[in-house]
Nanobody, 130 residues
Framework: VQLQAYGGGLVQTGGFLRLSCAVSGRTLNSYTVGWFRQAPGKERELVGFSTWRRDHRLYYADSVKDRFTISRDNAKNSVYLQMNSLKPEDTAAYYC???????????????????????WGQGTLVTVSS
């Protein structure tokens, strides 16, 4: 299984970027996929995720809600992270990740933890200048 994340770069405050993550070796439609980020000197944190269930329901961290949007293209086996109204505190390496867990709805919050994911992309760097 391979995940290839790309699309990072340098952007000014208030700008936007779209990250992409191409998945190979698994059919994306059947898996929970998450986006995480890690700033220098900080722990890896959740950005958001889309569950494996048919509706692929979306969940976001409070810090990015209403600014970031996750979407899937199952035909391309890819997932995207549209980031709008970027802030300097969004500066980080961004990672996509895939989980093989089939958690029931009541346990969905476990997908907020990096430990729930089995495969990770290599990360793409986003830098937001002030």
């Amino acid at each position: 299984v391979q995940l290839q994340a790309y699309g990072g770069g340098l952007v000014q405050t208030g700008g936007f970027l779209r990250l992409s993550c191409a998945v190979s070796g698994r059919t994306l439609n059947s898996y929970t996929v998450g986006w995480f980020r890690q700033a220098p000197g900080k722990e890896r944190e959740l950005v958001g995720f889309s569950t494996w269930r048919r509706d692929h329901r979306l969940y976001y961290a409070d810090s990015v809600k209403d600014r970031f949007t996750i979407s899937r293209d199952n035909a391309k086996n890819s997932v995207y992270l549209q980031m709008n109204s970027l802030k300097p505190e969004d500066t980080a390496a961004y990672y996509c990740a895939l989980s093989s867990s089939r958690l029931v709805l009541s346990a969905t919050d476990r997908y907020r933890q990096p430990e729930e994911y089995d495969w990770w992309g290599q990360g793409t760097l986003v830098t937001v200048s002030s």
